[in-house]
């Protein structure tokens, strides 16, 4: 730790070019047009093609496997009871389980090509009804608690990083990794002791009382809480080490040189750098959340898409599962996408030649 | 210690002595990385944790007997008598969640040795090689970025069985390509490297080169990232078996999770020791793949 100014000096003078680099990243470049938009639209396009492959591809897979499934789905929904073949035959007609398999998937294909999920077997419910009554539930949680952890993890990851080393940072990092490492559905199984039955302070299960429309507030809070940690974990993690190196960089020095406050040059230069990743951790955070929704939602009898997945699954629900899985894709290829928009628009240096961000895993 | 043995032979000043002791052994290393690894306050903290857990969950069931035996009373709080009090049907919980260990334990680390296995296969060979099976990596990677694992998983274990083989298997499909597009990444950068164009010129085999080069070079951020794989394996079972999709002969943490989360309101303790054990677990693995990752890359994320 000695002569650290004399090291950064040296260090600043040694990498002039990257400092002319640094400060063309920081200032506002006037948004070219022509050539970068077009390549943006043909970069887009791409990523769009590829989407859709891997949509198709997703469907594939999970057709196959519930072709696979064991079972008969008839007894599932009649019970254990006998049917006769007349019946059998009849429901067979019904849901269209009479004809080969890869007939079944090519209709199926093409209804969900023009937007027919088809409907939920046995009750004959169309899917985008089922799907459409609980996707609200489901936002209901994700997006808050998206939005609480994006902010609580730049927060907590920049205080981290601007006192790294001592006990503040210690102690924000290793809560951190605690946080990262609990499984966050027993974690709501604890707030539902602690605060619930033990306390009586918050309601254990639902969205409202029963027999009342809509959400309530304090039936949120747990929920949000389970949800919010484990995904504020994460990104404060890697938004305390872009930080970091982000504070590390030349043009930090630059500004330090030429007389900006620590904090001003905070603000001014490195935290804008340091989101540029959280960009894309953030997309990414928005699939865990929406993933982790099935486990919260169990733990809390909240009525979203996770309860109805489950339940779906229980049932050898094919057309629903696959219903549910199509929404969750398309949102989470749309989420990429808005993700490569919005950090296309944010970096100055990918206007010009926009490639595909690495993506990072947790 | 070593300070001591290395300077013995001179302070002796035996001439005879000195030419065999020599050869006989290398000095010691104190900067070795695995000395600089459990020389870690964190890594002689959560290793020990970590090994009394493991010794705990293989050895325990034999000493707290049946854990499946109901003759206890039923829903005894933690006592004496009962560490970890008893459940619904009257079982002495500190067996069973012994026994829930060695399902969750088993589960990650044989989740993380297959992912090992087959990511060092596949992304050496795409990275080393590139081309076809290198495009076809990057594609399966990004698929597996895109589904989240844990819906796959639970659609996969409820069509095609959910037996511990079962459960262990599907949770390395979705896991591999994390670790593959490390072992991907490193055969790139170190077959760029000077060594292994030496050993090209020399006109070594290149799977050679591979196996004896690229892949030993490529290990560390590897072995990292294969000991989170671990943590991720047991809490990406254990919100299977809370879900219910787990094997029902051998429950495992999440699945006393499960079982406990209707008593919840009068039988805290079913759920709080599961729980505590998976978190315990793999915060001392997560602790200790960051401190391997410092010891093995010292330079990163070091205070300049």
């Known amino acids: ?38 390549a943006m639209a043909v970069h887009l396009g791409k990523v769009l093609f590829s989407s859709v492959i891997l949509l198709v591809v997703v469907i594939t897979i999970l057709f196959l496997l519930l072709e696979l499934a064991p079972g008969d789905p008839i007894q599932t929904l009649v019970g254990d009871v006998p049917i006769s073949d007349a019946l059998r035959e009849q429901i067979y007609a019904t849901f269209g389980l009479d004809k080969p398999a890869w007939e079944r998937y090519l209709i199926y294909m093409g209804n969900v090509l023009t937007g027919n999920l088809g409907v939920s077997f046995g009750t004959e419910v169309p899917v985008s009804q089922l799907i459409g009554e609980r996707i609200g539930n489901t936002l209901a949680l994700a997006i808050p608690s998206f939005i609480l952890s994006t902010i609580g993890a730049v927060v907590i990851g920049s205080i981290a990083a601007k006192t790294r080393k001592r006990w ?52 949120m809070i747990l929920p949000l809480i389970t949800m919010a940690t484990s995904e504020l974990a994460f990104k404060a993690r890697i938004m305390r080490a872009s930080m970091i190196e982000s504070l590390g960089q030349d043009f930090m020095d630059t500004a330090r040189s030429k007389g900006m406050a620590d904090r001003a040059a905070l603000w001014r230069h490195a935290l804008p750098n340091a989101l540029l990743p ?57 989420v990429n996408l808005v993700t490569d928009i919005v950090y296309g628009l944010v970096d100055p240096r990918l ?10 895993e947790p | 210690m070593s300070v001591q043995q290395l300077s013995r032979p001179a302070s002796d000043a035996a001439p005879e002595a000195a030419p065999p002791r020599r050869p006989a052994r290398r000095p010691r290393n104190p900067d070795a990385i695995w000395r600089v690894y459990f020389r870690k306050p964190l890594v002689r ?29 039923t829903f005894v709080p933690p006592n004496a008598e009962y560490p970890l009090g008893t ?7 500190l067996g069973r969640v012994l026994m829930g260990g060695q399902v969750s334990l088993l589960v990650g680390f044989s989740v993380a040795f297959l992912c090992l296995t087959v990511a060092l296969v596949v992304g050496g060979l795409a990275g080393f090689y590139g081309g076809v099976l290198d495009t076809v990596l990057v594609k399966i990677s990004e698929f597996f970025q895109v589904i989240p694992g844990i819906v796959l998983a639970l659609v996969a274990a409820a069509i095609l069985g959910s037996n511990l083989a079962m459960i262990v298997i599907i949770l390395s499909v979705t896991m591999w390509p994390g670790v593959a597009r490390i072992v991907r990444a490193e055969a790139m950068r ?62 495992s943490w999440g699945a006393l999770l499960n079982q406990a989360q209707p008593y919840i309101s009068t039988a805290w303790w079913l759920a709080l020791f599961p729980g505590l054990c998976i978190f315990i677990v793999v915060l001392a693995i997560n602790l200790l793949g960051d401190a391997l990752n ?8 070091r205070v300049k």
């Open chain 1, 1 to 38: 730790m000695h002569g650290p100014v004399a090291t950064e000096v040296g260090r600043a003078a040694g990498h002039s070019k990257e400092i002319s680099h640094a400060a063309h990243a920081c200032s506002t470049v006037e948004p070219e047009r022509g050539r970068p938009m077009k």
């Open chain 1, 168 to 219: 503040l940072d210690t102690l924000l990092s290793g809560s951190a990794v605690a946080l990262f490492s609990l499984p966050n559905f027993w974690l709501g199984l604890m707030l539902i002791i602690l605060f619930s039955i033990t306390l009586g302070w918050l309601p254990t299960q639902g969205k409202a009382p029963y027999g009342v429309e809509g959400i309530e507030v304090q039936y």
């Open chain 1, 278 to 334: 959280m960009v894309t951790v953030a997309g990414l955070s928005l699939s865990h959340v929406l993933a982790g929704s099935v486990l919260v939602e169990r733990v809390f009898g909240w009525p979203g898409m996770g309860l109805l997945f489950i339940g779906a699954i229980e049932r050898q629900d094919t057309f629903l599962v696959l219903g549910i899985v199509i929404v969750l894709t398309v949102t989470i290829l749309i």
């Open chain 1, 351 to 360: 206007r010009s030649r926009v490639t595909r961000p690495v993506r990072s």
């Open chain 2, 45 to 73: 903290i959560a290793l020990p944790i970590l090994v009394v857990i493991v010794l705990a969950s293989v050895i325990g069931p034999m000493l707290t007997g049946d854990p499946f035996a109901t003759n206890h009373p």
């Open chain 2, 87 to 93: 459940d619904n049907l009257g079982r002495d919980y």
């Open chain 2, 190 to 251: 170190i077959s760029q490297l000077g060594y292994v164009e030496s050993q090209r010129a020399a006109g070594f085999l290149s799977l050679r080169i591979l196996w004896s080069d690229v892949l030993p070079n490529a290990m560390p951020p590897v072995l990292v990232a294969t000991t989170m794989t671990v943590a991720r394996a047991i809490l990406a079972e254990s919100g299977l078996s809370f879900l219910g999709i787990g094997d029902a002969n051998r429950p």
């Open chain 2, 294 to 301: 410092d010891a093995l890359n010292p330079s990163i994320g």
